[in-house]
């Protein structure tokens, strides 16, 4: 959930400073933007990794600490609580084969923590959600000891100034109140960043925005959490309900959520979306760069800006980089951990294809469809999967409803077209859509795996039993390396 700061608490003082720097970066931002040649280069891609750790019974294991200090390696972080770890994988250019070389380094980093984590009877999974946790997996006390996450889960309780409820229906609705935000904990994802120029960022920002509900819809991973059958990307609500900072009478007169799809479509460029963040949400870690956060760069650091903005958690976020002479990205944070490394590298390319493909619509498709449209069909997609009703312009350019199923299927060679303007390889593109398409003949993603083999075990089991016994062949055919439409489901 970020980097981290070196303040336990903020004073009136701090916090005055603070609001005048903001100003102060979104002036230098637009000052940037303003420059012919900024920010102009050739595409490249990265992605981060979240995952949990789990015992030999397939309970959380509370060791993310210890296998840092024994991996000693600067990509791995801690996240939020202790059974959370987040693999930052190195950075590559957007042409040739990026996603299977993503998928081979993901493969890679976890075979070598497995190796670590082994001596501690741990190992790592690569699963939305967690479906064995517990509520003691999401209390406060398994709160990683990171300084960062105690002082921003204060600033957010203060201003919710309640508990935070969590209210997710489905198959099994769940009703629970916590008093901290490690619910978000339990939600582990595989992010991608696409470099984007900025003449061109408002049409692939908006194009993500389009795109995310039939990305999400193919690639759900997360049906349970707390024992509960609920949404097939049960990560979308329970983020959203964990980190609520809104007070009741705010959540009704529909103040924008820290997370979801934000507030509309982007007019002109990245600026905007900057300049919603520190407009519209207040400031949770007022905490001012010092000589320590700066590093010597052609380009300004931002640093109170960059530190805001990443306390806003938005499921496609701008990103400003002062590295190489500054750049903008667009992180695409909605799709789930897992099933396996060459799932998450299909679901990824599927997604950026298609927001490529997308973005040269996006002039007259932001005029035809409404936003709050696009975050109900994201919102359907989370739901119900392949199975969302979803509104979207036909070939003559009028709105109507389809699966999201029919319309990934119409949409593929729209995505090869946009990988394809990204200088992959052709190769790559037929193996990474080979693969959406495989789910889509058999009608399977990560969720619909787990609940169907949930279902099997439930037949000779407890529902306590049946959960580690699932996560259990999970894991066995993850580590397989295939993906997920040719995993077992003889059962189904």
Same mark, same amino acid.
């Given at each position: ?18 609001? %005048? ?7 230098? &931002? ?27 019974? #397939? ?103 309640? $508990? ?26 595989? /992010? ?5 120029? $900025? ?30 059958? &609920? ?103 909605? &799709?789930?951990? #897992? ?28 005029? %035809? ?35 999201? /199923? ?10 090869? /077209? #946009? ?18 398409? /495989? ?54």
């Amino acid at each position: 959930m970020g980097s981290s700061i070196q303040q336990r608490s903020y004073s009136p003082e701090d916090r005055k400073k603070f609001s %005048l720097r903001l100003r102060q970066n979104l002036k230098q &931002l637009s000052q940037l933007l303003e420059q012919p040649n900024f920010g102009v280069g050739k595409s490249s891609l990265g992605a981060e990794l979240e995952l949990s750790l789990i015992d030999p019974q #397939g309970n959380a294991s509370w060791v993310n600490a210890k296998i840092i200090d024994l991996a000693n390696d600067p990509q791995l972080t801690l996240e939020l609580n202790r059974y959370n770890l987040e693999i930052n994988l190195s950075p590559i250019a957007a042409a040739g084969s990026p996603f299977s070389t993503i998928a081979e380094e993901m493969t890679q980093k976890l075979t070598q923590l497995n190796q670590l984590a082994a001596p501690l009877n741990t190992r790592t999974a690569s699963i939305g959600i967690l479906p064995t946790l517990t509520q003691r997996d999401v209390s406060r006390a398994a709160m990683s000891d990171f300084l960062r996450y105690r002082v921003l889960s204060d600033a957010i309780k203060e201003l919710h100034q309640a $508990p935070f409820e969590i209210d997710i229906d489905g198959e099994e609705p769940l009703l629970i109140g916590l008093t901290d935000l490690n619910a978000e904990g339990a939600n582990t994802s595989f /992010q991608l960043h696409l470099r984007v120029n $900025p003449e061109a960022f408002a049409d692939c920002y908006n194009a993500a925005q389009m795109a995310t509900a039939l990305g999400l819809a193919i690639s759900t991973n997360s049906p349970l959490f707390l024992g509960h059958r &609920l949404w097939e990307e049960t990560r979308i609500p329970l983020f959203k309900q964990a980190v609520e900072t809104r007070k009741s009478n705010e959540q009704a007169g529909h103040r924008v959520a820290r997370t979801g799809l934000g507030s509309g479509w982007v007019k002109a460029s990245a600026y905007e979306l900057f300049q919603r963040s520190v407009d519209d949400f207040a400031v949770l870690l007022p905490e001012c760069a010092t000589e320590s956060n700066i590093t010597p760069n052609a380009a300004p650091e931002l640093f109170e800006l960059r530190l805001h903005h990443g306390t806003i958690w938005q499921w496609n976020r701008a990103i400003y980089d002062p590295a190489a002479g500054g750049h903008l990205r667009i992180e695409f944070r909605v &799709l789930p951990s #897992g099933p396996s490394p060459i799932d998450m590298a299909a679901s990824g390319a599927f997604l950026v294809g298609l927001s490529k493909g997308l973005s040269h619509k996006m002039v007259e498709y932001s005029k %035809l469809i409404k936003f709050d449209h696009i975050k109900t069909n994201f919102y359907r997609a989370a739901k119900q999967g392949l199975d969302a009703t979803i509104l979207w312009p036909d070939k003559n350019n009028r709105l109507q409803e389809s699966s999201a /199923q029919q319309l990934i299927q119409e949409l593929l060679p729209l995505a090869k /077209q #946009g990988l394809q303007e990204l200088e992959i390889s052709t190769h790559e593109i037929e193996s990474m859509l080979g693969i959406i398409q /495989q789910r889509l003949d058999k009608r399977i993603t990560g969720a619909r795996w787990q609940l169907q083999t949930l279902r099997h075990f439930e037949k000779s089991m407890t529902r306590s039993a049946a959960l580690p016994a699932m996560l259990n062949s999970y894991l066995e055919q993850a580590d397989s390396g295939k993906p997920v439409h040719l995993w077992s489901t003889e059962w189904a």
